[in-house]
């Protein structure tokens, strides 16, 4: 079965860089149509769906926040990345990944557990 | 970007009553292919969001029959009958039609 769990640095100072992993089980990024997905909640945006990367490296950004992200992938070992520049107390909210499979009718049928990061000086 | 207006913000519910959540978007959600990519989640407390249903009506795997959805164009409505206790938390509707796709406020269902 598919399962997914979020990991990072919990708290963050203003200006740095926020480094996120998914480790991820049950499907491969190796395979066609597999993506791996980012999503956080805010308690300034609510829900926000941030970039998926594909099973091909093509990658999608929402343009809101497209020049600080950065998302990667290891699919050897099963994880993804997501990076988030220039950090400030907006971005402040618990971080979960996703399953994306670009073959089915639905988006997020998958979530981690999600990540809570706090960004404070 | 595509705003979805979910109303109430809160609905009381008595456990065995029918609850309707809409969820109004600020543009069509018909996508040029002809797909309406309208869907439901619910986040319990303390979990992260589930899926319950996608493209307006079809329900996920596991969902049970008491979830339905409904709508079309920019007007949609999740209807739950006969509320139990594990369907209180927040709803949210989630649009894939659109660039940026975008969620809901959300809606909490809630005993009364």
């Known amino acids: 079965q598919v399962s997914l769990k979020e990991s990072g640095p919990g708290i963050l100072q203003p200006f740095q860089t926020l480094s996120l992993t998914c480790s991820f089980s049950?499907?491969?990024?190796?395979?066609?149509?597999?993506?791996v997905g980012w999503i956080r909640q805010t308690s300034g945006k609510g829900l926000e769906y941030l970039a998926t990367?594909?099973?091909?490296?093509?990658?999608y950004f929402n343009p809101s926040l497209n020049s600080r992200l950065t998302v990667s992938k290891d699919t050897s070992n099963n994880q993804a990345f997501l990076k988030i520049t220039s950090v400030d107390t907006a971005d402040t909210g618990t971080y979960y990944c996703?399953?994306?499979?670009?073959?089915?009718?639905?988006?997020?049928?998958?979530w981690g557990q999600g990540t809570l990061v706090t960004v404070s000086s | 970007d595509v705003v979805l207006t979910q109303t109430p913000v809160a609905q009381p519910v008595t456990l065995g009553d029918q609850a309707s959540i809409s969820c109004r978007s600020s543009?069509?959600?018909?996508?040029?292919?002809?797909?309406?990519?309208l869907e439901w989640y619910l986040q319990k407390p303390g979990q992260s969001p589930q899926l319950l249903i996608y493209?307006?009506?079809n329900r996920f795997s596991g969902v049970p029959d008491r979830f339905i959805g409904s709508g079309s164009g920019s007007d949609f409505t999740l209807k739950i009958s006969r509320v139990e206790p594990e369907d209180l938390g927040v709803y949210y509707c989630f649009q894939a039609t659109h660039d940026p796709n975008t969620f809901g406020a959300g809606t909490k269902l809630e005993l009364k």
């Open positions: 493209k307006v009506s």
């Open positions: 990367i594909w099973w091909d490296d093509d990658k």
């Open positions: 996703t399953q994306n499979d670009y073959s089915s009718p639905h988006w997020f049928a998958y």
């Open positions: 543009q069509s959600l018909v996508h040029s292919n002809g797909n309406t990519y």
């Open positions: 049950g499907f491969s990024l190796g395979t066609s149509n597999m993506g």
